[in-house]
Each structure stands twice: as structure tokens, then as C-alpha cells.
């Protein structure tokens, strides 16, 4: 009679804790409805509930029911580069993040910014060469200088330096060149990679309408393939640095194109290359250049470039001779 009744007591005890599993839902807590499950830095298992937003429940819009933007903002549809920019993330919008394990075993979450700079600018893609600036004079028809006009002050023109009627600079500079120059001792432009020649005490030597100074002859049969093609020229330092002056013959050695007054870079000589000045220079085949004369005027001699080190700025003379480093853009 005694077993009877605990066994009874038994029974009755399973059947409340069925019931009262039902009530509760009868599932582990991750499955119910409104939780979420994450690890803490310890490692254990943790069960949160999801935090409803206040524009939830009652106040939720109809499935049925569709809303249209009708009003075209930046804040609806931003601006593509400025969002590019923005490294993708809007306004309001968490940064991007990424997860990560300290020593101790921590989890740690750390913000971080989209490189969102040009590939250009990453070094990925070359920037486009900039020409640099000179003084350039062509070959042409002769073109007179103004006459002072009835009116005029008549001392406007020695003002300004102007002598009325006089020859243009190139028209004057030809009548100096270039029929006699030595070209047994010419270099022949090569492809594939830089060239270069040294300008020396023994290299031969013209009257320039600019000054005297030695030169070297360059010939461009090699390139007259190419219409038009970018030249680097490099003046390497060692003592001194030749600032260059360029002059374009055609075949019969008669000049076409001076360039002059090129306001050059100057790069610094590091561990492992000397220091130079660097001279981005088209140059025009199909226009008849057969020929460059590279040579130096008597104003550059006069000049420096000053650069500044950690000891200091520091003066580099300019020189009558040099080494040059020549090169087609398009080939570094």
C-alpha cells in the first residue's frame, strides 16, 4: 500500500513538471522568440534579450502599406564621390570594425577608416607627367615688334625694354648657329632605357648668342618613328650641377625650337644615388627635330640651387659641366 502511494507521488510530480514546461515554452532560451545568443571574454554562453525600438509594436505600419520617397536629398541619395570619400558609411551609420584576441584572451572590437585615397595617390597608378616650365621659341615667319602708336607715351617702350622694330630672340640666336658644329663626337638616342654622356672640359666648345660653353650633339633618328614623345632629362650633381639649355635641329642642322629657362626640380642625393635636376621635355620628330644641342648660357653659371638638409640649407653651384641622364617618359 505504501509503494502504491509513491509511486502515485511520482507520477503526479512528472506530470507538473511537463505542465509547467509547456508554460514556459518547452525550448532552451536561445530558440525563444525576442533572444540572442553571444559569447563572453570568458567564453561562456550568454542569452540577451532583443531590445524592441521605440517606432515598434502598435505604432508598426502595415505590411500592406508602402512608403515612397518622393523628395530627392543628399541625405536620401548622397553624392557618390563625397560617400567614396566617406569611406562608404553614412550619416548615422556605426564605422566599420573588426574583432580581435588580446594576449590575455579578450575580445576586443576596434573602429577603423576606409583608406579611401585614389590610386593615384596609393601609388597604385602613376600620376600624369607634368611638363616642366620654360622658355620656348620656334622657327617662323619673322614678326616686327610694335610701333608706338599715335597717343602712346613714348617712353613706354624703353620702360619695358623694347626696342621698336628690332628681330625676334630666336630670329637673333640662329644667325649664332649651328652649321659648324662638331658632330663626329654625336651620341644616338637609345631605346629601352636611360643614356646618358658627360659634358667636359674637352668637349667641343661654340659661341652661343647666350655665351660660350661646351655642348653635346644628340641624334634622334632612332625615335623618328614617334610623332611626339616626352624626354626626362636628368642633370646629375658632382660638385656642381649643368643647368641645360635645349636646342632642336632639323636635318640640314638649321634650328627649329629653343628651350630655355627651365625651371627644374631638384632632388637630393640619398644613400644610394646622387642628386639631380630633373626636366620633363616634349619633343617632336614629326615636326623635323633631328637633332638636340644640349648646352648652358652664361646667366644660369651665375645661379645655385639651394636645398635644405638637416644641417642646414645648402648651395649647389651651378656648372659649365655635368653628366646627363637621358630617357623617353614612356619607357620608365
Known sequence: MKASVIFRSAVFSLLAVLIGGC?????????????????????????????????????????????????????????????????????????????????????RVSYYQPDTRADEEKGQVKPPIELTPASVYHAGPEVKLAEPVSGSDPDAFAVLGIEPGTESFFTRFEKSCCQDLDTEDHKEWQLGREFGFYITEDSPVHDFMTGRSPYQLVALSSVITHPDFIMRVRSYTKGGVFAPSLLFLDRDFAPVRLVTDLVSEYEPENWHRRGYLESWIPVFPSEGERWVVFFTRDQDLVGQEVIETRRGLKAIPHASVGEIGLMMAEED
Open 23 to 107: 508554460q514556459v515554452g518547452g525550448s532552451p532560451v536561445s530558440n525563444r522568440e525576442g533572444y540572442f545568443t553571444w559569447v563572453d571574454e570568458q567564453g561562456r554562453v550568454r542569452y540577451s534579450p532583443i531590445a524592441e525600438s521605440p517606432d515598434s509594436g502598435s505604432a508598426r505600419k502595415p505590411e500592406t502599406e508602402t512608403e515612397t520617397e518622393t523628395e530627392y536629398t543628399l541625405e536620401n541619395y548622397p553624392d557618390a564621390d563625397q560617400l567614396s570619400k566617406d569611406g562608404y558609411v553614412r550619416p548615422g551609420e556605426r564605422p566599420p570594425y573588426f574583432t580581435w584576441r588580446d594576449a590575455e584572451g579578450n575580445v
